[in-house]
């Protein structure tokens, strides 16, 4: 590894890891036996993470009806899915809340486009045939938390990357490859394999701009899917534009149709503002 | 103080969200709207009278749902840009002394026709504009870089922030 690089990967450790609790509750979410008592055993003594979560729970974006204000009515109102990507939201926020100068995000811009692109692609996931949604949720969540350690050295290097991308033809994550060594999703892939997210998880994150050469291909289709989306309707996008690969095959292969794409930024369009106050409670 | 100075105690700032419309001629305001992506932003200005005003839709054809369209009309631009310009003329705008801006539609690379919003928001802009015989002033649009329109209701500036090219005036 070259020296650069390894300065980079070090600094994986200066970001906050994930709370133990949320990994327990995503490799009990993983599991189809798996029940709400086990759930609400793991969450109810992190008071402050139940805090959050009943927070979120009552936001608009969910239009329940009435105040939740406990875990037990949580589940019972929301289910245990909803519950557990809340659980995942409240412990994933904290990297996010800085301005990520290199690519020109201000505070919360990335975690907007990260909660935004998780809503999405949980509901495309349901309309597939995967079975894990919350894998997919997750790793759409984080899959940009590679930006928050490269943000320093993209800033240091943008003349660099920019020509690359505006003069010679790059996509901008080709570009902080071939400039800095890394790029953003591989560096991703590290950090979910330091906080010891599974192996899918892994796979789905450090492969969402290249979903054809992943293991989990169609998993990881989808968060690239979800991306794309966002990109397309200017959800977290910076310096680096809207230059990234659009991959053809990948959507024929899931049979998603123009009429398809143009849906889903009409229902992500349409509760915007429902999505926004998630965002706020979170 | 520049004309488009966002923090002094004299402006307002109007924020034109996703699928969204303002019109103002208060002349301490400015209206910005942020990060267009394909989006396309449409800023347009009467300066006879001071009236501004910005749409930000997200789809081409309200024909994709025609539900969506009766209670979110900025979000098409065949129903979007009626009202941007109803708007204006409530105000006292008139069409032949309009300043029009269009900015956004950008897209992804390696598109090949396939799925390009960006193109295709910009295309239904053109039809609408010829028909209605609208006259474009400047326009900023495509390519896949992103776009953020600020138009100052006082004096018509209208500032462009493209990524990777900074701000300029247009």
Known sequence: MKKDIREIVARIDTLKPIPQVANKVMVVSENPQSSMSMLSEIIQYDQALTANLLKAANSAYFGLSRKVDSLHQAIVYLGMDKVVDLVVLGASSENYSQAQEGYDLAGGELWRSSVSSALIARDLAEKTEIDDTHAVFTAALVKDIGKVVLSQYVAESFEKINLLVSKHGFSFREAEKGVLGIDHAELGGMIAERWRFSGKMIDIIQHHHLPMEARFETEAAVVYLADTLCMTMGIGVGSDGLAYRFQKNVLEKMGF??????????GFGEQISHVEDLINAT | MGPLQENGTDTVKITVGVADMKVSNDPEAILVTYSLGSCIGIAVYDPAVQVAGI??????????DPVKAKSRPYMFADTGIPPLFKEAYKLGAKKQRMRIIVAGGAQVLDQQGF??????????????????????SHED?????????????KDGSCRLKVSGRGELLV
Do not use: Y
């Not at chain 1, 149709?257 to 009409?266: K, L, M």
């Not at chain 2, 039809?127 to 209605?132: A, G, P, Q, V």
């Not at chain 2, 649009?141 to 209701?153: D, E, H, I, P, S």
């Open chain 2, 141 to 153: 649009v495509g390519g896949n870089v992103n776009r953020t329109v600020k138009l100052a209701v």
């Open chain 2, 55 to 64: 749409l930000h839709f997200m789809l081409p054809d309200s024909s994709l």
């Open chain 1, 257 to 266: 149709s123009d009429r398809d794409f143009q849906e889903v930024i009409a």
């Open chain 2, 115 to 136: 799925f390009n919003i960006g193109k295709r928001n910009h295309m239904a802009v053109r039809k609408i504009f010829w028909k209605n015989r609208a006259m474009v």
